[in-house]
């Protein structure tokens, strides 16, 4: 059984940073991309970064573009998204995501993936 455990959440002041962690297991992640969605209050939730399996692709959504980054321990089935300049408007349950599906990244919605329990980031203004 896949189980996907993130970490790292918390509340922050706007410029600030966090650093979530996803621990991956139940299941070998060989050629599985994974990545991070988010959902806030009252919206659907929404794409923010995916990685492949070697790390040579990375794809974020516009809002996160230069001040998110996705990187991955393949060793350690853990998937990382170091967050900077946090906005008031990136607070939201982080979910961390994985597909066993062959394409090498996540889509925007990603239907197959399977999820974490999400972790709460809130950034004050």
């Known amino acids: 059984q896949v189980q996907l455990i993130e970490s790292g959440g918390g509340l922050v002041q706007a410029g600030g940073s966090l650093r979530l962690s996803c621990a991956a297991s139940?299941?070998?992640?060989?050629?599985?991309?994974m990545g991070w969605f988010r959902q806030a209050p009252g919206k659907e939730r929404e794409f923010v970064a995916t990685i492949s399996w070697t790390s040579r692709s990375t794809d974020y959504a516009d809002s996160v573009k230069g001040r998110f980054t996705i990187s991955r321990d393949n060793a350690k089935n853990t998937v990382y998204l170091q967050m900077n300049s946090l906005k008031p408007e990136d607070t939201a349950v982080y979910y961390c995501?994985?597909?066993?599906?062959?394409?090498?990244?996540?889509?925007?919605?990603?239907?197959?993936?399977?999820w974490g329990q999400g972790t709460q980031v809130t950034v004050s203004s």
């Open positions: 995501a994985a597909a066993f599906t062959g394409s090498p990244t996540l889509g925007s919605s990603c239907p197959s993936c399977y």
């Open positions: 139940g299941r070998t992640f060989s050629n599985s991309p």
